[in-house]
């Protein structure tokens, strides 16, 4: 025990350490993790538990609560509007880029035919640790790009679950015939999203309630740490990645008002365990080993890189624009952490040899190592090759702004707000979720900013803290409200009016500071019996 703490306690001194100095170089903290794995292992000799069964739950519950903020952003509604970029990007992409690199093993290196076929599917799916993670701290996860790159991820650790089921079937102990398998996997889905989506959302929705009427924080977060767990070893336990299940807990979740709660509580537990599954992948790090194969395994690195990033820019640009398809093909031009798993079940299963498994761990390793370099300049790769700059999103330029009206949404209303706006001469700014939106604000020649002001870090780039008001023009009811909610939690002192197309839903926004709800319907009565009460009085005189 007094070993374990030892251990614990100096992976915690060399990661604040390490990653102290990576800050100041601008190097980011994903690399110090892994780092620290690799220091941790080598200066107290533990090469032996870095494959360690126990360590690598404790690094995969890291994805786990991940996935679970994930969920949070994507609610069932906003799954149904990017079917597109999950299961069609995410279909294409693992498929083509699985069938590539099948071809380039098999006739390209002479792989056996199940070696191939293993090593393609791996290398199909991208790093959801390092990339969600970066889209996220980077609020680039609300970009178009983002949005793609989020999608195909999904459906990457979607992916995973059949992927698993090929290489039990193809395993020597795999006695069972295909067809039950599938049967038996296509039930406990049925019994996983039955037991999720109608039992658990109310239990979900039941707990939350009551932990949060009783006002003391820490029964609210035993409660969230009790539904993401116990969704993710529901999921584990038919047969699924513990991710699945946190993902699907976070997607019911997304559909309460506890949504921002939440997902602020849960960050502190998200980002120190994502930072000991990173910890755990520097433990599996032979030094040795990639010493002696460094051009192998740079080369079969890059090679893939280039290959991805082809394919995946290949499929995109059939339906979106040059930008946002290099730049989510790059994003996702890595190897993922998943790939870890198969190629410890491959590699126990007799169906790939050890050394090479071995070997392409050290590929997925670097991959991932070197993705955090690159990622966060892939902005400015895509500007220097594209040759014009994308939508403006830094908004230091409204640092000293005061009394301003903020607009959220350049729909059809919003544009008549902001020319009623300038015929009163007030000073506004835009702020829109959409990239076509801001573009058409900016063209229009208005202040105009691409973000989602339902996040409270959005909330304080634009300072609603110092505005006069704010003004919000959109349709959507999930998203008003999302947007309600966070302003009135956010501040007390900014004027909020908002445009309601119901009296349902301004009933359903009753509970929410709002100064003023405008119904249009009824502004559209007002309007009309005003016009003929003056024409009334016209004719009468």
């Not at 390490?18 to 892994?34: A, H, M, P, T």
């Not at 069932?76 to 380039?104: C, D, H, P, R």
């Not at 990239?435 to 900013?449: L, P």
Request: glycine share 6%; with cysteine; charged share 15%.
């Amino acid at each position: 025990m007094e070993t374990t703490l030892l251990y614990v306690i100096a992976a915690l001194g060399v990661s604040i350490v390490v990653n102290i100095l990576l800050k100041k170089l601008g190097v980011s903290q994903i690399i110090g993790y892994i780092l620290t794995g690799t220091i941790i292992v080598y200066a107290f000799d533990l090469r032996d538990i870095s494959s360690s069964h126990t360590l690598e739950m404790v690094g995969e519950f890291g994805i786990v609560f991940l996935m679970f903020t994930i969920g949070l952003e994507i609610s069932l509604a906003k799954m149904g509007t990017m079917k597109k970029e999950i299961f069609g990007n995410g279909l294409m992409q693992v498929s083509f880029t699985a069938l590539l690199v099948y071809l380039i093993a098999y006739y390209g290196f002479s792989l056996p035919l199940q070696t191939s076929l293993i090593i393609a599917l791996s290398f199909s799916l991208s790093s959801t640790a390092v990339v969600l993670s970066y889209l996220k701290s980077s609020k680039e996860i609300y970009r178009p790009y983002g949005q793609i790159s989020t999608g195909i991820l999904v459906f990457q650790d979607i992916a995973v679950i059949p992927i698993l089921i090929l290489i039990g079937f193809m395993t020597s102990e795999a006695n069972e015939s295909l067809y039950i398998i599938i049967s038996n996997t296509l039930f406990s889905v049925l019994l996983v999203l039955v037991l999720l989506f109608i039992v658990g959302k109310k239990m979900m929705t039941w707990l939350l309630h009551f932990s949060a009427s009783s006002e003391v924080e820490e029964l609210f977060m035993g409660s969230v740490l009790f539904i993401v767990i116990s969704a993710s070893l529901l999921a584990h336990y038919m047969g699924f990645t513990y991710s699945l299940g946190a993902f699907i807990a976070g997607m019911i979740i997304a559909e309460t008002k506890y949504h921002h709660k939440v997902e602020s509580d849960i960050a502190p537990f998200k980002d120190i365990l994502l930072g000991t599954f990173f910890v755990v992948v520097g433990m599996k790090i032979d030094v040795m080993v990639f010493i002696d194969n460094i051009f192998f395994i740079v080369g079969a690195f890059v090679g893939v890189a280039i290959l991805k990033s082809l394919t995946i820019y290949g499929l995109l640009r059939m339906t979106s624009s040059h930008r946002r398809s290099l730049k989510a093909a790059l994003a996702l031009s890595q190897v993922g952490e998943f790939s870890f798993v198969i190629f410890a079940l491959a590699s126990m299963g007799g169906l790939i040899e050890d050394e090479l498994a071995q070997l392409l761990v050290l590929i997925v390793i670097f991959s991932m190592m070197v993705t955090p370099f690159f990622i966060s300049k892939i902005g400015i790769f895509v500007e220097y090759i594209s040759g014009k700059q994308d939508v403006v999103e830094d908004m230091s330029a409204l640092s000293a702004r005061k009394n301003h009206v903020i607009i959220a949404g350049y729909g059809v209303v919003g544009k008549f707000v902001t020319s009623f706006l300038d015929d009163l001469g007030a000073s506004y700014v835009i702020i829109d979720n959409s990239h076509k939106h801001v573009m058409q604000a900016i063209n229009d020649g208005h202040e105009a900013y691409l973000g989602d002001a339902s996040k409270n870090s959005i909330l304080d780039a634009i300072h609603v803290d110092t505005a006069s008001s704010v003004i919000v023009t959109l349709d959507n009811p999930e998203k008003k409200r999302l947007i309600c909610e966070a302003i009135t939690n956010h501040t007390k002192n900014v004027n909020l009016i908002v445009k309601v197309i119901s009296l349902e839903e301004k009933n359903s926004l009753k509970d929410l500071n709002i100064a003023v709800m405008v119904d249009g319907k009824v502004e559209v009565a007002r309007v009309l019996v005003e016009r003929m009460s003056s024409c009334h009085f016209k004719l009468k005189y």
